[in-house]
T-cell receptor
């Protein structure tokens, strides 16, 4: 079945780059998403990428997609303490609203 | 992006009771979705709520436990019935949205702020 995997924890120093990785199994994925969840808050859509793209950049965020290896990454440049949160990757097949989520990566940013 | 609100934001309920969660969107949408996030876990889709038809439930979720209403294109409710401590979770509604990338597909997916339910 469909599955999305992420590492559970990442710790970086303020000002460094963070790279959060995600792998998925569904080869028919159409869109892949990155969400941010701060403590006690809902999910904030950070960015997404269509499956026929291999890179998308949006200010400090860079998404890389390797469709052959079914590997997605989110790079946050110049990581700030406000970036500390749980980051979820999710994939969607077709044009439905069903997203399959990874377990979430907790990003800890040390001053 | 669309504005999605949920009520209540949190609640503490007794075992055996029910809680109805409301989701209001500031624009008309055909599909609305209800997700559950159990403590320390990821999100799982409960059901798809379509206006004018019965909700479509995912494997492991049934209508008797999670009845859904969708009276119009901007509103939906999810009821969690016969509560047990295992139902303690965050419940989130979600809508698709056509992003600025264009095209006819709903490439963005937004979530409401969530309802945090604790069952004692």
């Amino acid at each position: 079945g469909e599955d999305v995997e992420q590492s559970l924890f990442l710790s970086v120093r303020e000002g460094d780059s963070s790279v959060i990785n995600c792998t998925y199994t569904d080869s028919s994925s159409t869109y892949l998403y990155w969400y941010k969840q701060e403590p006690g808050a809902g999910l904030q859509l950070l960015t997404y990428i269509f499956s026929n793209m291999d890179m998308k950049q949006d200010q400090r965020l860079t998404v890389l997609l390797n469709k052959k290896d079914k590997h997605l990454s989110l790079r946050i440049a110049d990581t700030q303490t406000g970036d500390s949160a749980i980051y979820f990757c999710a994939e969607r097949s077709g044009n439905t609203g069903k997203l399959i989520f990874g377990q979430g990566t907790t990003l800890q940013v040390k001053p | 992006s669309a504005v999605i609100s949920q009520k209540p934001s949190r609640d503490i309920c007794q075992r055996g009771t029910s809680l109805t969660i409301q989701c209001q969107v500031d624009s008309q949408v055909t599909m609305m979705f209800w997700y559950r996030q159990q403590p320390g876990q990821s999100l799982t889709l409960i059901a798809t709520a379509n206006q004018g038809s019965e909700a479509t439930y995912e494997s492991g979720f049934v209508i008797d436990k999670f009845p859904i209403s969708r009276p119009n294109l901007t509103f939906s409710t999810l009821t969690v019935s016969n509560l047990s401590p295992e139902d303690s979770s965050i419940y989130l509604c979600s809508i698709p949205n056509r992003g600025l990338a264009g095209g006819s597909s709903y490439n963005e997916q937004f979530f409401g702020p969530g309802t945090r339910l604790t069952v004692l």
